[in-house]
């Protein structure tokens, strides 16, 4: 069976497996409060196919009261109230920033816009370096040119939401 998910009865949005967290933005979504008609209770990380802490769904046969555990700490520990709805990303398949929110139970949350700038940086970096592996080192200056270029015609924080840090701060 592929990947599954439910989505939280407070917040809407699904639980998420590790894999599809990003630290510091959404990785919270990974820990979930299970809870059954009989009054079980389950806490664990969600693996992304049905299972978190020693619940199983396929061993079950009724669907999950699921919460993420800090909406379920900050709905102050609701009992059983039905089952969720399915997630139709499946936890998983998802686009950038369609879950991005910091943990609820934060008093003074970092800034999600820098936290997200830092993940997409990281990733445009990895898509650079990938590329730059099969480029020669003349096409590798050219890039870095082009993007001095473009970086002289933004302010610091648009460098910083479009790579995730200031190129000019190692231009030479």
């Known amino acids: 069976m592929g990947l599954f998910s439910w989505n939280c009865k407070c ?3 699904p639980a998420l497996s590790r894999h599809a967290t990003d630290v510091g933005i959404n990785d919270w979504m990974n820990e979930v409060v299970i809870l059954g008609k009989n009054g079980d209770r389950i806490s664990g990380e969600y693996d992304g196919y049905g299972r978190a802490g020693h619940w199983d769904h ?10 993420h555990l800090a909406c379920w700490e ?3 520990k609701p009992a059983y109230s039905g089952p ?13 920033g369609a879950h991005d929110m910091l943990d609820p139970r934060q008093e003074h949350p970092a800034d999600l816009r820098d936290l997200a ?3 997409d ?27 001095k270029a473009q970086a002289r015609a ?6 910083m939401m479009r790579w ?9």
């Open 164 to 172: 995730g840090y200031d190129p000019l701060q190692y231009a030479d």
């Open 11 to 13: 917040c809407g949005h």
């Open 74 to 76: 900050i709905a102050g």
């Open 121 to 147: 940086g990281r990733r445009r970096g990895l898509a650079f370096k990938r590329l730059d592996e099969d480029a020669d080192e003349g096409t590798y200056e050219a890039l870095w040119e082009n993007q």
């Open 58 to 67: 396929n061993e079950r046969n009724e669907e999950p009261c699921l919460y």
């Open 117 to 119: 700038a830092d993940r």
């Open 84 to 96: 969720s709805t399915y997630a139709n990303d499946q936890g998983y398949f998802f686009d950038d």
């Open 154 to 159: 933004m302010p610091v924080p648009e460098r």
